[in-house]
């Protein structure tokens, strides 16, 4: 079991030390790529260091804050190793009042706390209470880490942590628990096993096997063995540490040690000793010699070991974590002097390019609202490398609605709230998204692309449920109002209805007027009083007592009314409507409070019409455009300008359709981002023409039959 305290889904402590003020450390030798090139700058000086890890560029140290006590350090490491970020401060390193404290073994400074950086920014470290139980804190930033188990034992053991993902040994006699954290999963993974020697990357557990030189890939989430290798080792192996291609093992302390090479498929010798392992490296402390060595074997065999630093021989056998450590996943050494002065040294050894090696990505899913899925879309990605992304998303019509950067480190986390740069609500509908990363080190890139459907955004046109597809409104002889929903597919299934309407009742789908996000019905009674509904957002039908206000009277002089949208772009929809008895066409610019100001004559006889529907924008300029269809079978479109006016006629099609007796702009109905018509024939066909985006449609496709029983189609 696997429990998080005091906010685990806070920033990650990779991004607090990602943008620190960078500080020049002492390199103390120089980088591959510059030969002969020294490279020194001030080293970073410390009152001390009780314990040290290294990880994807953020270097974990126990050192004496101002206060004069002992916390857990955490500085960003530049990818040159030239330079760090001021110090974070985490976990509290020294003796609480009632007694319980970090675990400490002995070092050369006295008595140091074992570090276990996960290379994310996460640390790993062991607790002891008073009465000597103990258990095992990740951190995951300054102020919040979760126990690997959630229980107190006489002993534990951090044997890996890599990422999400930490193996613990604990209890006596000894179980060894796998534990994986994903931030956004509401399950997680944590399952025991009998303890052998383990290491974790990405989502694979490699572990030593019972038979001599065996190791099996175990996936972490299933629980599955996925591969078994003969390694060759002369032994039941003892320790295990891998980094991508390379899979280190040894049989002891002073044993035999080698390599497997998962490209190649086959395992080298290395020097023997307590050593931590890199990307095509390994790193030992001689002490009798008083250096630290380097071991490179990315070409797949073993070169001559070489001098990377001077480390004196010290008092403690195994000095690892205590006064050196290896990033494994940056490819640098630190290391702690007599003085206390931190020193980065770069390996050297070329690093494999930027790979992904675990995500954690959401569902194609996202309501902004919460009420039929998650409200934010949250992923995450892990490297094997530091590096920075950009997340981008798109809209249906291809246009960039939110741009998201981070890093360095070696996890892209991205959490989006549905929302544009500038704050707002995206449109419902489709989305894609991509995600670019680039390696910190220049060597690799990374690309993953997919789409989010959003829903409880901002509506689309005609829409009056919770989705981005146009719906429409039906009234039946018996009096029943019915919002018929758009699927995907282009047809129409599900239904949200209400009774009791009178007959002559006229609905106009209209926009949202307030700030629900769903958008309003406006319907003229036979009596002719104009009422505006509060939008349900399809969870319930509309009837004649629903929510509403009166907007006024005297509206059975229209024969037509109709919403093209924003047609004078003050951003609020706005009314068309035919004079009955002259024809003339007047717009009706929307108000605050759901008003609408003073008419104004737009066009003179426009009697030659059978059906007028607002379309919204189907030229793709912008700007929400008018339907014609004339009393031959001509469709005539009518451009919006932008001014509440339109320009010219065009005609669309000649001899179109002369059965249709209704005719609809249902907006996107296809969910191809193009603004559709719908139409009914008089034997109660229901048609579909897929608007082409240019001010035209495409041929119809016929959706539903027995649409006769309506009497009105809105």
Known sequence: ????????????????????????????????????????????????????????????????????????????????????????RGAFAGQYAFGQSLERVPCDAGSCVTLVAAGNGHYGVTQVGSDGQ??????????????????????????????????????????????????????????????????????????????????????????????????????????VRTVGRWVYWNCGPAGAAGVYDRTAKKSFTVPSGPALVGDGFLVRHDR??????????????AAVPREVADLPAGNTADQRRLTWAV???????????????????????????????????????LDMKGKYGAPVWSSTWQFNKPATWTYTVKDWLGRTVRTMKGGPGTEADVEWDGRTDAGEPVGNGRHTWSLQVTAEDGVGTYTT???????????????????????????????????????????????????????????????????????????????????????????????????HTSIGKGWQQYDVLTSPGDLNGDGRADLVARQTATGDMYFYAGAAGGKFAARVRIFANWKTYGQITGVGDITGDGRPDLLGHDRDGGLWRYNGLGNGTFAPRVKVFSDWGRTYN???????????????????DSAGKLFRNDGNGKGSFGPRTQIATGWQVYKGIF
């Not at 020049?24 to 009780?50: C, F, H, K, M, N």
């Not at 303890?195 to 629980?223: E, N």
């Open 288 to 301: 009798d010699a008083g250096k630290l060595l380097l071991t490179d074997f990315h070409t797949g065999v």
């Open 449 to 547: 692309s997919g789409t989010v459907s959003v829903a409880g955004g901002k509506e689309g046109f005609h829409d009056q449920g919770y989705f981005s597809l146009g719906d429409l409104v039906t009234l039946n002889s018996t009096g029943g109002l019915t919002v018929q929903f758009g699927q995907s597919g282009g047809r129409f299934e599900g239904k949200s209805s209400g009774s009791g309407w009178p007959a002559g009742t006229l609905a106009v789908p209209f926009a949202d007027t307030g700030s629900d996000r769903c958008a309003e019905l406006l319907v003229r009674m036979p009596g002719g009083e104009l009422r505006q509904y509060a939008g349900r957002c399809g969870q319930s039908g509309y009837t004649p007592g629903s929510s």
């Open 662 to 680: 209704s005719v609809v702009g249902i907006g996107d109905l296809s969910g191809d981002g193009k603004n559709d018509i719908v139409v009914r």
């Open 327 to 365: 990033d494994k996943f940056g490819g640098d050494i630190a290391y702690v002097d007599a003085a206390h002065s931190l020193h980065i040294v770069p390996s050297g050894v070329p690093a494999q390019p930027l790979a992904k090696i675990a995500s954690d990505v959401s569902d194609s899913y």
């Open 1 to 88: 079991m696997t429990s998080v305290r005091k906010g685990l889904l806070a920033p990650l402590l990779a991004a607090a030390v990602g943008g620190a003020v960078l500080l020049p450390l002492s390199t103390g030798a120089a980088r591959a790529e510059s030969p002969g090139a020294e490279v020194v700058p001030t080293p970073v000086t410390t009152t001390g260091v009780w314990g040290l890890d290294f990880g994807g560029g953020v270097l974990n140290t126990v050192e004496r804050a101002a206060n004069g006590e002992q916390y857990v350090m955490s500085r960003r490491i530049s990818a040159d190793a030239s330079s760090a970020g001021e110090p974070v």
């Open 134 to 239: 103990e258990t095992v804190q990740v951190w995951v930033t300054p102020s919040s880490l979760y126990y690997v188990p959630d229980a107190t034992f006489s002993t534990t053991r951090i044997v890996d942590l890599t990422g999400r993902y930490a193996v613990v040994d604990a209890g006596s006699p000894a179980t060894q628990y796998i534990s994986g954290v994903q931030k956004y999963r509401a399950t997680q993974e944590n399952w025991t096993r009998k303890p052998t020697a383990a290491a974790v990357w990405g989502t694979r557990l490699w572990a030593a096997g019972s038979v001599t030189g065996a190791l099996t890939s175990i996936d972490i989430a299933q629980k599955k063995v996925m591969e078994t290798v003969a390694t060759g080792a002369p032994c039941v192996i003892k320790e």
